[in-house]
């Protein structure tokens, strides 16, 4: 089976660079979806789990801004772990042309280890915010 074939360590990376390539049309007659079908099957995905993946992957490609689920874990794993994180949305407008500061948000280690969320207009209420889940959280919240 495919699940016990070992991958390169850049394996993930190779097959997002793909799927960014294919969806800025750099990809010959392939797009994001075609991309995302094309590396299910070779990831031997089961036919019965693509449908909700394909299904993420074309909301993300429909936002503005991506949630950055990878740049939160290597925030996560370089910089929370040893210091709290000010994190500041800063969006920017081009009809007409602006500039607006959302609510600043902190990531930080709790006592216990887990990473903790919390609002500036909320300071005690921390709540638990694995990586993925805050970076989802933090861009819906914030950002189109």
Do not use: K, Y
């Not at 407008?93 to 990473?115: C, H, I, K, Q, Y």
């Amino acid at each position: 089976s495919a699940a016990g074939l070992p991958r390169p360590p850049g394996a993930r990376r190779l097959v997002e660079m793909w799927l960014m390539c294919a969806a800025a049309g750099l990809v010959p007659e392939q797009d994001a979806a075609a991309a995302g079908r094309a590396a299910l099957a070779a990831l031997a995905v089961p036919e019965a789990e693509r449908p909700p993946l394909l299904s993420a992957l074309a909301s993300d490609m429909a936002r503005e801004t991506p949630r950055r689920r990878r740049l939160f874990r290597l925030l996560a794993g370089r910089v929370a772990r040893r210091r709290p994180l000010v994190l500041i949305p800063i969006m920017h407008g081009t009809a007409p042309a602006s500039v607006s500061v959302g609510e600043a948000w902190s990531w930080e280690r709790g006592a216990d280890g887990r990473l903790l969320a919390r609002r500036a207009g909320a300071p005690d209420d921390a709540r638990p915010a694995a990586p993925d889940a805050f970076a989802v959280r933090f861009v819906e919240e914030n950002f189109r």
